[in-house]
Structures are given as C-alpha cells and as structure tokens.
C-alpha cells in the first residue's frame, strides 16, 4: 500500500517549517491541509507558503487544477487553485487530496500532508464516506437564521458521534453536517479500508508559547500588508463571501477600515480569535487516534524512517 506522511497542528505551531524540512530529507512533496490555503484572493491573513521566484517545470505544469507551487524548493500542492466564491468542502477536498497523493507517489516522492484543518485530514485519511447531498439553499438559509449554540444542539439530536467529533464554534460546517444529515437521513461513517497507510505526527508545543508567537505573528502580518489586502478584496465585493466571512483577521480589518473599531481593538480581536482558534486545533487533534506527538525534527525524522522501513 502507498505511505503518506501526515505533520498535523495549530496555527502557528511551525508545521509547515518543519514539513519543509522533512520533506527535503526524505525525497517529499507537501499536499496542503489548511483549508484557507487553497483559494487565489487571500495570501496575508492564511499565511500560505510563498511561491520561489522561479517557472513551475514542465512535468507540473499539466497538472495547474492542483495548484502545484514550488516553495522552499519543496513543491507544495493544492495551494491558490480556487476562488473564494466557491469554498472547498471537505468531500470535495478528500478527492483533490487523494488525487493529489497518488500523482505524488507516481512521481516517486513521499506525499506530506500538512497543515490545521482536522476534519479535512481526517476525512481524507480515515477514507470517511460522505453521502453527495447537492446544497440545499433554502434549507441553509432557515439554519443561517439559528444561533451557532442552536445550530449545535440541532447537530447533537441528529447525530451524537458527529456532535463530538466537530467544531462547534464552525457554523458553516455545522449547517452543511445537518444539510447532509436531513437530506440524505445517512449518518458520516468511516470506510474500513484507507487508500493509504499513514504516519500521523503531531506538533506539540506549549500553548503560553503559541500565544506569544500568535500575538507577535498578527504584528507582523499587519506590517507585511495585510490591511491592503483586505481593502482589495472589499474594492471587489469578495467581502460579500462565506469564506472571508468566516476566516479570522478578515472581518475584523474591514471593520476598522469602516472605522468602526480602533486598529489596537483590531489586532486585539484577530489576536483573541486566533489563541482561540488554536485551541480548539489542539482540542481536536488530542482526540486523533494514531496521533504521535512529537517537538522537534530529530523526533519527526526518526517516526517517519521506522514508518517507511
């Protein structure tokens, strides 16, 4: 059976250095799991890897739908492959990942998926089969009307195990879990039989020190430009979109552009919102079985030898 390498964590816990890494050592190739990575219009606030200064070769060139980038010369797929009017769920994205990991192992590299969105790499991994429910405007516009706690309790009477497992503060995917649900009357069930064997490892890092690397990060970000950025997309009516809706530091900076908070209430806000949002990365990933947690490269390095061997 094909191997995958899996490097998991919250935000800013240094994963996608790490990955690179590993990936450098090992003859690898980097499938993006962050979910916000994947669309063209947003690069700032999603702290995405960078492109090299350098053409894409040949051989990728085929395959743009994937969105192959080449950075750190390590090349990364599903990266700026998609627009924000059109959000990737995570049965779309288990077909771009699977995809993805079998051109890479034909290629004769080591996929490494990397990144912080744990349902997308569970769904993807696991191999769960998602019952393919169109969307259902109507019914999503009744559920947009509820509370996120109401949506929640909704979820917890339809399905308990999936009650547990997802993020409750997520509303977009709380709407689609119960869109799936009502329609289909199917409950998310896990396929016995993965496409791939994996290593899954886990970044493990304090969590007073992950705030401090949060809070400096959004510092940073604001002076890397990420106010233009946003002043750009409200300039194009993408503001109007679920996804910049729903991913931190967005809405926040548009609303200190309509002057409606200071720029200190501002980077407060992003800065809270995102401790928060780890959190509840960390949350998640403690409960992923076959989770190996590891705090350095030799660590990583030595797993993924006895995992190959």
Request: one cysteine or more.
């Amino acid at each position: 059976m094909k191997k995958i390498i899996a490097v998991l964590g919250p935000t800013a816990s240094g994963k996608s250095s790490l990955a690179v890494k590993l990936a450098k050592n090992f003859q690898g190739e980097i499938i993006n799991c962050d979910s916000r990575a994947f669309y063209k219009e947003m690069a700032i606030g999603t702290a995405k890897p960078i492109a090299d200064d350098c053409k894409i070769p040949k051989d990728l060139n085929q395959f743009k739908k994937l969105g192959p980038i080449i950075s750190n010369q390590v090349v990364h797929w599903l990266i700026d492959f998609e627009s924000i009017k059109n959000p990737i769920s995570a049965g779309e994205y288990q077909k771009l990942a699977q995809n993805t990991a079998s051109l890479v192992s034909k290629r004769g590299k080591i996929p490494f998926l990397v990144g912080g969105s744990g349902l997308y790499a569970r769904v993807f991994l696991e191999n769960y089969q998602i019952p393919k429910i169109a969307p259902d405007l109507k019914l999503r516009n009744k559920l947009e009307k509820l509370s996120t706690k109401k949506l929640a309790q909704k979820l917890k009477i339809l399905s308990p195990p999936l009650f547990k497992k997802i993020d409750l503060k997520n509303r977009r995917r709380l709407i689609r879990s119960i869109e799936i649900l009502q329609k289909s009357n199917q409950k998310f069930f896990k396929s016995d039989s993965p496409n791939f064997a994996y290593l899954k490892l886990g970044i493990k890092i304090d969590s007073q020190k992950l705030n401090e690397i949060i809070n400096q990060r959004t510092f940073k970000m604001i002076e890397n430009g990420w106010i233009q950025e946003v002043e750009k997309l409200h300039k194009k009516n993408f503001h109007k979109t679920q996804i910049f809706k729903s991913t931190i530091g967005y809405p926040e900076i548009l609303a200190y552009l309509k002057n409606k908070i200071s720029k200190k209430e501002m980077i407060r806000q992003i800065q809270i919102k995102t401790r928060q949002f780890a959190k509840r990365q960390r949350t998640w990933f403690r409960k992923e079985k076959n989770l190996i947690w590891i705090e350095n490269y030799d660590q990583a390095k030595e797993k993924i030898k006895n995992f190959l061997n």
